[in-house]
């Protein structure tokens, strides 16, 4: 579309291209900085900050040329810029849709940063980062946000607005970043009532990268996010909406050929590690990604930052929700696979600080889903339940900890309830529920009553959306419930909809 400041800003870089003055000197058609800025990966001494340079960000290449174009960037102590501590320049380039990832190193541990983009005779907007406190600090206290699940037709991202204004240390991601699969204007609900979508675009199915990178410009562009992102670092993992619904390892749940499949999810995880402020070591490499890593808040708070896709054996029972069958408790299944099983069992045998947080995708506890008559146990064929055996593994490793929480997303519900192995409690989870996948909700879904009633090990269940905030001291740990009342409409107002608290040496949940 050649719109008239498009010929304006063109015919004015050409002509005037040496003394131009004000917005003249943009060589851009149109604001290149429109999928905002990030930061993550947050250490002692450093963070990554990201953008990518994107004018028109639903055209091919986000309307770049297929040139790499230099990007300058700065780092501040301080909100007003006037101590630049670290600058530099970096290449956009095309291989990697002109985003700019920078690892910054040699910083002072737990204090904000600033830092900001120019590119072109245009600069992004500020962005605000935090190094963790030092390796061996023993720090009082730590409040970090947990968030995912965000489904743009579902509807709007009003709790990232919300999160931008919390104040955190950092943010888990639990994944489904983008959803794959076509926004339809219309659709049936499970009960084949209208469902309307709140947005539209993404009219088609992802397949290759370019469509890949287009989901990513749509979400991006959301005002919201980019709100969240520029106040927060992240830490970012994937479930299965970044590739395909329900994928694990090299398996398509759609049938397509492995190497097919293969091929499709390097392209997804190429377009994820582009549009995330994620270390490079995180580039995807012969189509795998490594994605596992422990994060340390000085002696406080040990975070195992798990991959519960790539490594994963095919769901049992051919996946769904469903009444249990002999592979549920197939010997051979693995969830994290056993090289990401053996670091996780080093990881927690250290003993060497006062919380091991497991910050992971899928459910771990194993709930039964019945909401009616069902005669039997009903299982979520994509969660920890659908693989008892390293489940069971896994669980007995906590014995004797009394100090482990597991966050997990995927449900598009809330949920609080207890870990057990064998009949011995040895861990809490906290489920958070989506930003917007599943649209408004309410608080309990129908069925929730059952649920609740056949498993006495959950404490709690809440059907709307929003956040979790995490307040973590040596003694004590407490989650937030933080829901907002609509998605479907923009400027849902936020409520603190439940807190449970987890003494230290109790795996034992209180509503406070
Ligand atoms: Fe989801
Ligand atoms: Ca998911």
């Known amino acids: 579309m050649l719109n008239r ?42 963070f990554v900050i990201w953008t990518r340079l994107a004018p028109e960000p639903l055209e091919q290449h986000g309307g770049m040329a297929m040139a790499p174009m230099p990007v300058t960037w700065e780092v501040a102590s301080d909100e007003g810029f006037r101590t630049i501590v670290r600058h530099g320049e970096e290449l956009a380039r095309p291989e990697l849709g002109h985003s700019v990832h920078v690892e910054l190193t040699g910083l002072e541990p737990d204090r904000p940063y600033w830092y900001r983009f120019r590119a072109g005779g245009e600069r992004s907007i500020n962005g605000r980062a935090r190094t963790l406190p030092a390796t061996g600090a023993s720090p009082a206290a730590l409040r970090f946000g947990v968030a995912g699940c965000q489904n743009y037709g579902d509807g709007y991202f009003t709790a990232y607005r919300h999160l931008a204004r919390e104040d955190l240390a950092f943010v888990y991601h639990y994944g489904d970043y983008i959803y794959e699969y076509r926004i339809d204007a219309v659709h049936p609900s499970r009960g084949g009532s209208l469902v309307a979508a709140a947005r539209q675009g993404g009219e088609q199915d992802c397949f290759d990268l370019a469509d890949y990178r287009a989901r990513y410009a749509l979400y991006k562009a959301d005002t919201d996010l980019q ?11 994937f479930d299965d909406h970044e590739i395909t619904d329900n994928w694990v390892q090299d398996v398509d749940p759609d049938g397509a050929p492995t190497d097919l499949f293969r091929t499709r999810r390097a392209m997804a995880l190429q377009a994820w590690y ?22 340390r808040y000085g002696d406080l708070m040990k975070m195992e930052v798990l991959d519960t896709r790539q490594f994963r054996s095919d769901q049992p029972c051919e996946d769904g929700f469903k009444p249990s069958c002999p592979a549920v408790t197939d010997a051979n299944a693995q969830v994290l696979g056993a090289e990401q099983e053996a670091w996780l069992a080093r990881n927690l045998a250290d003993r060497d600080s006062r919380w091991n947080c497991l910050a992971q995708q899928i459910m771990m506890m194993s709930l039964d889903r019945r909401t009616g008559d069902e005669p039997a146990k009903i299982m979520n064929m994509d969660s920890w339940a659908a693989y008892e055996v390293p489940r069971q593994r896994l669980l007995a490793r906590m014995r004797g900890l009394d100090n482990v929480v597991v966050l997990t ?12 192995s064998g009949d011995r409690p040895v861990a809490v989870e906290f489920v958070g529920t989506s930003i917007s996948s599943g649209g408004d909700g309410s608080d309990q879904r129908r069925g929730s009553d059952r649920i609740l009633a056949e498993n006495p090990q959950l404490k709690f269940i809440n059907d709307q959306r929003g956040y979790l905030t ?3 001291t040596p003694d004590e740990w407490r989650t937030n419930f933080m829901v ?15 807190t449970f608290a987890v003494a230290r040496g109790q795996a034992d949940l209180n509503q406070a």
């Open 5 to 46: 400041r498009r010929f304006i800003t063109g015919a004015a870089a050409t002509a005037f291209a040496a003394p131009a003055i004000l917005r003249a000197q943009s060589v851009f058609r149109a604001y290149p900085f429109s999928l905002g800025v990030a930061s993550g990966e947050p250490a002692a001494d450093g």
């Open 274 to 295: 582009e549009n995330l402020p994620v270390r490079r070591s995180m580039l995807p490499r012969y189509g795998a990604v490594s994605a596992h890593r422990s994060v």
């Open 484 to 498: 907002v009342d609509r998605v479907s409409t923009p400027g849902g107002a936020l409520g603190k909809r439940a």
């Open 227 to 237: 709100r969240a992102h520029a106040a927060h670092s992240f830490f970012h993992t």
């Open 409 to 420: 997303g995927d449900e598009h519900q809330n949920f609080a309830g207890i870990l057990q």
């Open 470 to 472: 995490c307040e973590v």
